[in-house]
């Protein structure tokens, strides 16, 4: 009989020895992985969150890559703030696994420091200095911060005073919209077509044109158009009239290229700058049918909203009185009409609008993405009706039919757009390039049914304070405007963007068992408290009225009123039953769950290589034949 010769075949000669050097290759194998792991796969990254919620969108991740101008992120995250509120420490850890994603992502562009404020450091110095936020948090002895400073190499600085909690489902969006900004290091450029009259030299320029001024160098255009201005991020057409081909084909043409566009169009633009001063608009009308027709858009420029859900109560003179009453054209949009999940309107409470229209897509390939909506009892009117200021506005709901669909009154426009100039350029066209047939990319189009919303008179009243006028807003007409011309100015990946929904996962399985106890628990409480009632009831009438004068109670009435008094004593003693089955049933479920999180996958690895083990003991060991 032959016998091993060698320390391999005397190791696994016995299914002992298999078992220690698999666990020990194991070992060995684990601690070799992290190695590698740690040295080589560093900036590696896994997202499997339901919602992607450390996954970049594909507009983001195209803007990172485009980056041309080093940006530095600096996280100001105070350690006590986490310790102090445990209910941020989920939300800081996505925070900052988000910017190390960004920091990955721009390949060296951006470059992340995370630090820690303490007080009286030069560090808090910095953050106060950058303009963060200080956080005070209630017992807490210190000031905390959980802000965000970026720069990019020349002077440029961008904020996020502090991550809100509320803002987390905007989370990409807000850091995007920074990077966009600090990535153009010159005042982005919006050329702006006013038929409205934003600028009037008789009456001055309107809120909303010196917001947009405030922090874009806007060029109005006028006549014929064959060019935009150069470095010009978005187009604005206000409330466009009489706009020759030659025009039309610029705007045609930067469309398809997937420029940014908001077009303001108006079935009664009621407060348009009149050719003579005191006199109406000739055609108060608006709409660019040559184009939307080719877009696959349908707007009548005839017709408007007339929504009594929405409508603004106003006084108007009806028949040589005044008299207030719902206006089913002058709307005020609140949320429940507002697409809430567009980070232009996240924030918003109401828009006022007036005498607005409707769009509506006439192609399958052509898509548009409600951003305002009229309610389901709004239906559509003929313009005429609602332009006069003397006719009873009450008369636009005498035979009103809603319509089968909500109304859009503004949209994202999308899809498969096609040219409005398929034989090239027009007559005396000096536009530069080849010309566009179809939709380039993807569009970046934002159409709205009505302009005056742009005017002070929808969104700013004027107050008195000390002898001057200020301008106080009572809608969010010029946050709506400067938002959405925020995102167009990041190109996609602006437009793009949605909010992401928050991972909250709740436990539903306690859940269930605390509402289930709770039910029990609401039961017995009340059966408790008609008890007491009861007792007492009970009590009072078997007290004696001469009892009530000190006078001592007879033996059957001491008798009741103990027998009452040990029923209360049981059902505290059933509820007190009912809080420990609570307590123990939830506890139970959740060592239950921790367990299996934390010991179920060493477990399942070891039984997985004691399994490889037992399967190689079985293979027979080789043995050398005698001579």
């Given amino acids: 009989m032959t016998k091993p010769n060698t320390i391999l075949q005397r190791l696994f000669a016995s299914r002992?020895?298999?078992?220690?050097?698999?666990?020990?290759?194991?070992?060995?194998?684990?601690?070799?992985?992290?190695?590698?792991?740690?040295?080589?796969?560093?900036?590696?990254?896994?997202?499997?969150?339901?919602?992607?919620?450390?996954?970049?969108?594909?507009g983001t991740t195209k803007l990172?890559?485009?980056?041309?101008?080093?940006?530095?992120?600096?996280?100001?995250?105070?350690?006590?703030?986490?310790?102090?509120?445990?209910?941020?420490?989920?939300?800081?850890?996505?925070?900052?696994?988000?910017?190390?994603?960004?920091?990955?992502?721009?390949?060296?562009?951006?470059?992340?420091?995370?630090?820690?404020?303490?007080?009286?450091?030069?560090?808090?110095?910095?953050?106060?200095?950058?303009?963060?936020?200080?956080?005070?948090?209630?017992g807490a002895e210190n000031q905390m911060f959980f802000g965000l400073a970026a720069t990019n190499s020349t002077d440029g600085r961008a904020l996020i005073p502090v991550f809100s909690p509320d803002r987390e489902s905007f989370l990409e969006y807000d850091l995007t919209r920074l990077v966009a900004k600090l990535g153009e290091p010159k005042k982005p450029v919006v050329a702006l077509i006013d038929g409205l009259g934003l600028d009037n030299p008789a009456t001055g320029e309107t809120q909303t044109l010196t917001q947009l001024r405030e922090i874009y160098d806007v060029h109005m255009l006028s006549g014929d158009i064959d060019a935009l201005p150069k470095n010009t991020k978005v187009v604005l057409a206000v409330h466009p009239q009489k706009l020759s081909d030659r025009t039309l084909y610029t705007l045609d043409q930067w469309v398809l290229g997937g420029g940014g566009t908001m077009i303001f169009v108006d079935p009664n633009a009621e407060t348009a700058t009149p050719m003579q001063p005191g006199m109406p608009p000739a055609n108060p009308s608006s709409s660019l049918p040559k184009l939307f027709d080719a877009w696959g858009v349908g707007f009548d420029a005839t017709k408007a909203v007339a929504d009594p859900t929405y409508a603004i109560r106003t006084t108007r003179e009806v028949e040589g009185r005044e008299m207030e009453a719902a206006n089913p054209a002058w709307l005020a949009i609140r949320a429940d009409g507002m697409d809430r999940d567009n980070a232009s309107l996240s924030q918003l409470s109401s828009l006022i609008l007036t005498s607005a229209g409707a769009f509506t897509t006439s192609r399958p390939d052509v898509t548009l993405t409600p951003l305002l909506t009229a309610s389901p009892k709004a239906g559509l009117v003929p313009a005429t009706d609602v332009a006069s200021p003397w006719q009873d506005p009450r008369g636009l709901l005498a035979g009103l039919k809603p319509s089968a669909k909500r109304l859009v009154i503004a949209g994202r426009l999308g899809g498969a757009l096609k040219t409005a100039f398929p034989n090239g350029k027009p007559q005396g066209s000096k536009a530069e390039g080849p010309p566009r047939s179809v939709l380039a990319g993807k569009a970046n189009v934002l159409l709205v049914g009505d302009a005056d919303m742009l005017s002070d008179r929808n969104w700013i009243r004027s107050r008195q304070v000390l002898g001057q006028s200020i301008a106080e807003p009572f809608a969010n007409n010029g946050d709506f405007l400067?938002?959405?011309?925020?995102?167009?100015?990041?190109?996609?990946?602006?437009?793009?963007?949605?909010?992401?929904?928050?991972?909250?996962?709740?436990?539903?399985?306690?859940?269930?068992?605390?509402?289930?106890?709770?039910?029990?628990?609401?039961?017995?409480?009340?059966?408790?408290?008609?008890?007491?009632?009861?007792?007492?009831?009970?009590?009072?009438?078997?007290?004696?009225?001469?009892?009530?004068?000190?006078?001592p109670l007879s033996p059957e009435t001491l008798k009741a009123a103990d027998d009452y008094r040990l029923e209360l004593l049981r059902a505290r003693a059933q509820l007190r039953d009912v809080q420990y089955q609570l307590g123990r049933n939830v506890e139970s479920l959740r060592t239950w769950i921790t367990a299996v999180n934390v010991a179920g996958t060493p477990i399942v690895v070891a039984i997985g290589a004691l399994a490889l083990a037992f399967r190689r003991s079985r293979r027979p060991v080789p043995r050398k034949l005698a001579a």
């Fill in 64 to 138: 990172l890559a485009g980056l041309h101008e080093p940006i530095t992120f600096r996280l100001f995250l105070s350690e006590d703030l986490v310790r102090s509120a445990p209910q941020l420490a989920a939300y800081a850890d996505r925070v900052r696994s988000m910017l190390e994603t960004y920091a990955s992502v721009s390949k060296g562009k951006i470059v992340l420091q995370v630090i820690n404020p303490k007080p009286y450091s030069d560090e808090e110095d910095r953050a106060v200095g950058f303009g963060l936020q200080r956080i005070a948090l209630a």
């Fill in 482 to 551: 400067m938002n959405a011309v925020e995102q167009m100015a990041g190109g996609a990946a602006l437009a793009d963007l949605r909010g992401k929904a928050v991972d909250w996962r709740p436990f539903d399985r306690i859940d269930a068992l605390k509402q289930a106890a709770e039910d029990r628990y609401l039961k017995t409480e009340q059966a408790l408290v008609t008890k007491v009632h009861d007792a007492e009831s009970k009590l009072r009438d078997l007290t004696p009225a001469d009892a009530k004068d000190g006078q």
């Fill in 16 to 58: 002992v020895g298999a078992i220690r050097t698999a666990i020990g290759l194991a070992i060995v194998l684990f601690l070799a992985l992290n190695v590698i792991v740690a040295d080589t796969l560093r900036s590696a990254r896994a997202d499997l969150t339901e919602n992607h919620l450390y996954s970049l969108s594909d």
